[in-house]
């Protein structure tokens, strides 16, 4: 039986967290452009063979494929009526994958608009649109939320209210930050580790928009303007560029377990893989944690 998550977090070597799934899973069918999420009805047996994958690769917590499958985005792909089904779609395969021996995580990604004043979508709808989904989420039966690849501070409190209107689950939280040190909206390592600790979450941390070498010192920053910090990281497999027609990630597994061992000494408690990451990439991860 799994220890609780809080224990967890605290005792041992860092946890080992999942890689990519929808870069891996990517694909030019019109159910992926139209919904991603929609693989975990249309493609299922791929998106639970990945999720094994990572277990395999030594992945203690696994992420519902559901990063999209809030109200706002749903809704502009004329799925708004399908929220409950697809994210309790998704929960059920990570689950089958976890079998008991993995934490799983409710994905929650970014709704794709502004929030006023700065675009049209209010913070009341936000907040409703995270609601509705982690309601499905904690239905499924996840052990945690993730907010995940966000930019703004406000949205981050919309989602975690909605989260709280509906479940008293652990949540984590990691932001999104680009060469300059910024989210796209601004927000820098130490204002976001200062922020997200006001909102008593279980972690906080970085994820995508980075490789593991840039993601370092944004997370040194975090932890000095929050000495307290649970810290989880998230690098993508660096930038991809173009070959062939496809996107190409030039960061190996050799410098993913780099980055782990790195990030063991640094106290990051919670470790895995973005965008460009692979099983081979997880258990790298695994592997230089094991040996530590």
Known sequence: MLESLPSRLQNGRPLVCHGALGTVLQSDDEEFNRAP????????????????????????????????????KLARAGLAD????????????????????????????????????????????????????????????VDLFWIK??????????????????????????LSFGMGGRTMMGVGPSQAARDLA??????????CGLGPGEMLPMLAEMLEACPEAVLVAQPNAGLPELAGGEA?????????????????????RAIGGCCGSTPAHIAAVAAALASL
């Open 149 to 174: 690849t966000m930019s703004d501070l406000a949205e981050v409190k919309a989602a975690v209210a909605g989260i709280r209107s509906v479940s008293d689950l652990p949540i984590f939280c990691s």
């Open 37 to 72: 999420e929609l693989l975990n009805l249309s493609r299922a047996e791929s998106v639970l063979a990945l999720q094994r994958e990572y277990v395999a690769a030594g992945a203690e917590l696994l992420g519902s494929f559901t990063f999209g499958a809030n109200a706002v």
């Open 248 to 268: 190409v990630y030039d960061v190996g597994p050799e410098e993913f377990a780099d980055f782990a061992r790195r990030c063991s000494a640094l106290g990051v």
């Open 82 to 141: 399908r929220i409950r089904e697809l994210n309790l779609a998704a929960v059920r395969l990570a689950r089958q994958a976890a079998d008991r021996t993995a934490y799983v995580a409710g994905t929650i990604g970014p709704t794709g608009e502004l929030l006023a004043p700065y675009g049209e979508l209010s913070a009341g709808r936000a907040t409703a649109a995270y609601a509705a989904q982690a309601a499905a989420l904690a239905e499924g039966g």
């Open 198 to 207: 006001e909102l008593a979450l279980a972690g906080i941390g970085a994820n």
